[in-house]
């Protein structure tokens, strides 16, 4: 008989736009991406040859694999390009987890972990901090690993609901203290080069995640990669689809690794932003969680005053609902990387200060 899948609905952040179709709001600060392109991308991938349409080619391209074992200090043959931060939170789990695998996941974080731990039938538990900042303690997540027997941890880093980040010793300590444990570190996020890739070289439990999609703006063409220890490198060979990404997308990607000048600006308009809501919620009952280092900050108020998302709404501003996409009771995610936008934003905030 016909089973109906226990596995969640997958709910997005935002709408996904629709060719042709224009953003249903006047400012939309819910979305995840980079509000730029690379033109160095861009031109790569401007009129290509017709052999890069017509013909196959061998997603794990040597350049792009050397070009991101470089910037991590990392042996080539430990990377592997996937079609996006998703397809390596899935082959986390193709790989890692199968029905019954106890996994741990934090909240909140990002909401696609659960999916993807449902499609395995895993048995998920969750170490909850509903308090604001919401941040989670390196010692309280290695308690919750080693108390509930958790045989995988997904976590992100920055974290997709309030930007903060992990250190590397951070996760160096989360990694060695947990050495029975599959620990894997989703840093789709980040908006530099500074990862706990590195460690892939002397602990066999930890997998990296990142994507192409945020910092270096190529959501669309749905590329990015993971870097696992040499030990497992064999079944990532095995289960990765032979065609996992286009010929655009490495392309491209490896155009962006180049523009030194468009990561710059990316991270140089991220931190403008950062500093107009910081300085925005000054006297007033709003407040951003500290520490983002990522496209976005999360923006709470106390009960009693109104929700920030609700008075953003008020003027038009539309940010991720963090009931929705986290389970937070108030506030939001704010997207940075466009000051314009964000500056509309702050003053919303600040026409609050009484
Ligand atoms: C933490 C995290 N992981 C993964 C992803 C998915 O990234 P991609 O677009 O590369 O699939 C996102 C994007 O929203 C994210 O924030």
New binding site residues.
Partial sequence: MFKASSVPLVTLPTALREFGKPSEYSVDLGK?ENCAVSTLALETIRNPEAGLLRDHWNPQDSVLRQKLAALHGVESDQVFVVS???AG?KYAFDVFAQSGTKVGILQPD?PFFRYYAHRVKTDIAELRNSVFPFKHEVEDIIRFVQDGGRDMLII?SPS?ATGARKSVSEVEEIVKSLPETMIVV?E??ALDAESAAELTLRYDNLMILR?F?KFYGL?GLRI?YIVVPAKHTEHFDRMIDILEVTSLAVLAARAVLDDANYQKETQERTAKSRAMMEEACIGTPYQVAPGTSCFACYIWAPEGVEDPRDLLARYGIHIADGQKCFGISRGGRINLSNPDEVLLAAKVIKSTKK
């Fill in positions: 995840c996006g931060g998703m939170i990002f992100s997709a989703d789709a996020d994507s999609s959501a990015g």
